[in-house]
């Protein structure tokens, strides 16, 4: 009954692996079914009984279906990406409580390591940690740390990628955990790769420091799996920032504003190499 109330449309059911946890999973889709025809079920976890491995099962679920969630639902592990930034602020003298204010955070529910934040909650602590740092470098930094990351199994199988096609895949098929705000997309014409974003959460005005961080990242995990710096091509929406300067340290020279996408490009050759941890 409650459940039919709700205006979500699409469902990931998660129950235990026995003859119970099955049929209550089978009689809720039916009975919402019954009252809600236009739900969709994209996907269903089946862990051990008593042996549910939180963040594993949750990354199958949002690997399954990336893009049904949305600005307020709760997914985003607090101790990952968003304690990424949090130490970058107070690695440079950023109060917690003024970086917190506002998020419904508070210190102690990153330390417990099983908070979940929405995308509202990290893009206003994405807004609180540019304000208070004032920093060019800011966002470039953070990418440097998002990155294989500390996302278990994904994060591993990022590192031990067979070439960098295989990474930046990964990348996009587990974008909602690995890149839960900008959906990064590969592209692959006869001559070129281009890996391009989307705005998964309505990101605003914090856009263009998601853009430089996800970047930074991607060029960063390139360049850490194949052992070199590679040649990528930028392009970016907004004109040339003030601080472009920034970009010439921590991206490249091959830089394109006022473009009419934001993605990098890279000969697809690259792509293909083995790389040496292979």
């Not at 994904?154 to 974008?175: D, F």
């Not at 472009?244 to 990098?264: A, I």
């Given at each position: 009954?409650?459940?039919a109330?709700?205006?979500?449309?699409?469902?990931?059911?998660?129950?235990?692996?026995?003859?119970?946890?099955?049929?209550?999973?089978?009689?809720?889709?039916?009975?919402?079914?019954?009252?809600?025809?236009?739900?969709?079920?994209?996907?269903?976890?089946?862990?051990?009984?008593?042996?549910?491995?939180?963040?594993?099962?949750?990354?199958?679920?949002?690997?399954?279906?990336?893009?049904?969630y949305?600005?307020?639902?709760?997914?985003?592990?607090?101790?990952?990406?968003?304690?990424?930034?949090?130490?970058?602020?107070?690695?440079?003298?950023?109060?917690?409580?003024?970086?917190?204010?506002?998020?419904?955070?508070?210190?102690?529910?990153?330390?417990?390591?099983?908070?979940?934040?929405?995308?509202?909650?990290?893009?206003?602590?994405?807004?609180?940690?540019?304000?208070?740092?004032?920093?060019?470098?800011?966002?470039?930094?953070?990418?440097?740390?998002?990155?294989?990351?500390?996302?278990?199994a994904?994060?591993?199988?990022?590192?031990?990628?067979?070439?960098?096609?295989?990474?930046?895949?990964?990348?996009?098929?587990?974008?909602?955990?690995?890149?839960?705000?900008l959906?990064?997309r590969?592209?692959?014409?006869?001559?070129?790769?281009?890996?391009?974003w989307?705005?998964?959460?309505?990101a605003?005005?914090q856009?263009?420091?998601?853009?430089?961080?996800?970047?930074t990242?991607?060029?960063?995990?390139?360049?850490?799996?194949?052992?070199?710096?590679?040649?990528?091509?930028?392009?970016?929406?907004?004109?040339?920032?003030?601080?472009?300067?920034?970009?010439?340290?921590?991206?490249?020279?091959?830089?394109?504003?006022?473009?009419?996408?934001?993605?990098?490009?890279?000969?697809?050759?690259?792509?293909?190499?083995?790389?040496?941890?292979?």
């Amino acid at each position: 009954e409650e459940a039919a109330k709700l205006p979500a449309k699409r469902w990931a059911t998660i129950a235990p692996n026995y003859e119970y946890g099955q049929s209550a999973v089978a009689s809720f889709k039916e009975l919402l079914k019954a009252k809600r025809p236009d739900v969709e079920f994209v996907s269903e976890q089946w862990p051990a009984q008593g042996k549910i491995d939180a963040g594993s099962t949750l990354t199958a679920t949002m690997a399954s279906k990336p893009d049904w969630y949305e600005r307020d639902s709760r997914f985003i592990a607090a101790h990952q990406q968003p304690a990424c930034l949090i130490d970058l602020c107070l690695s440079r003298g950023i109060d917690s409580h003024r970086l917190l204010r506002g998020t419904g955070l508070f210190h102690a529910d990153i330390l417990a390591g099983n908070t979940l934040i929405s995308p509202e909650q990290f893009l206003l602590l994405i807004d609180n940690a540019q304000r208070l740092l004032g920093a060019d470098d800011s966002s470039f930094l953070f990418g440097q740390r998002l990155l294989p990351g500390h996302h278990g199994a994904a994060s591993q199988a990022l590192a031990l990628a067979g070439n960098l096609q295989q990474a930046l895949e990964l990348l996009g098929e587990l974008r909602a955990l690995l890149a839960p705000l900008l959906s990064p997309r590969l592209l692959l014409d006869e001559h070129y790769a281009y890996v391009y974003w989307l705005d998964s959460c309505g990101a605003g005005v914090q856009q263009r420091f998601l853009l430089e961080a996800s970047m930074t990242a991607v060029v960063a995990l390139a360049r850490q799996l194949c052992g070199e710096r590679l040649p990528w091509q930028f392009h970016f929406t907004h004109g040339q920032p003030r601080y472009v300067e920034q970009y010439w340290v921590h991206l490249g020279e091959d830089l394109h504003f006022n473009s009419p996408y934001n993605l990098l490009r890279l000969p697809r050759h690259y792509l293909t190499r083995a790389l040496p941890q292979a």
